[in-house]
């Protein structure tokens, strides 16, 4: 399986032809002219993670697929079906095996509403969190895909996650929000924190692809 980060939250997924898309948002370039998309999974309702047109370029090209997101991204959306995933749902989409772990965003501030978040586990390979720090217990992750900055992130938060999660790979995702120096520096946090149990830390900017 391939993996191919793209700016922000969005991951691509790539397995003998089939194509699974994660957290296509507004701080994502258009993703256009893709093949072989078999599923999208939103793991909540915020825009930076989804937003209508991310979906209908896919759709485009892809009719039909499904959509594996909590109730509350199905409420949010009047325009596309949901396939609403709670934590410890299983689904599958062509090649790609789902699981999901979590159920709520991280706090911002307890003058914002607190809204439902699923980490998501791919063909038992790569955990992403979405905007939380949901360990997914029971599982020994190999590839972990872990938040570098956001509105709700402390950075030694970041790293209790990755020293709890205890991934054999690791690379940051939810960076836009930072400056280069300020996720340059983040990196080195989640790269220490990797390294403790033994993992490895990889540098992915947009584009950049990982085999799984």
């Not at 979590?102 to 914002?112: E, M, R, W």
């Not at 938040?147 to 209790?160: C, F, R, T």
């Not at 690791?170 to 280069?180: K, N």
């Amino acid at each position: 399986m391939r993996l191919t980060k793209h700016e922000h939250a969005t991951l691509r997924l790539d397995e003998s032809g089939d194509t699974l898309i994660i957290d296509p948002g507004t701080f994502t370039t258009p993703l256009d002219a893709l093949t072989g998309v078999v599923g999208v999974v939103l793991t909540h309702e915020h825009p930076d993670h989804w937003t209508p047109e991310q979906l209908d370029r896919i759709l485009r090209d892809a009719p039909g697929i499904p959509i594996f997101a909590p109730a509350g991204v199905a409420a949010a959306t009047d325009d596309h079906e949901i396939t609403v995933v709670s934590p410890g749902d299983a689904v599958t989409a062509g090649r790609f095996t789902m699981r999901f772990f979590g159920g709520d965003h991280a706090v911002i501030h307890s003058s914002l509403p607190r809204v439902q978040n699923v980490g998501v586990l791919v063909n038992d390979q790569l955990y992403y969190p979405g905007d939380s720090y949901a360990v997914p217990e029971g599982v020994e992750v190999d590839t972990l895909a872990a938040p570098l900055g956001a509105p709700w992130l402390k950075i030694g938060e970041a790293m209790d996650f990755v020293l709890a999660v205890r991934p054999r790979r690791a690379f940051g995702v939810h960076d836009m929000t930072l400056s280069v120096i300020g996720r340059n520096m983040h990196r080195q946090r989640l790269q220490w924190a990797t390294e403790q149990h033994g993992g490895e830390f990889f540098e992915l900017d947009p584009g950049d692809t990982l085999d799984l």
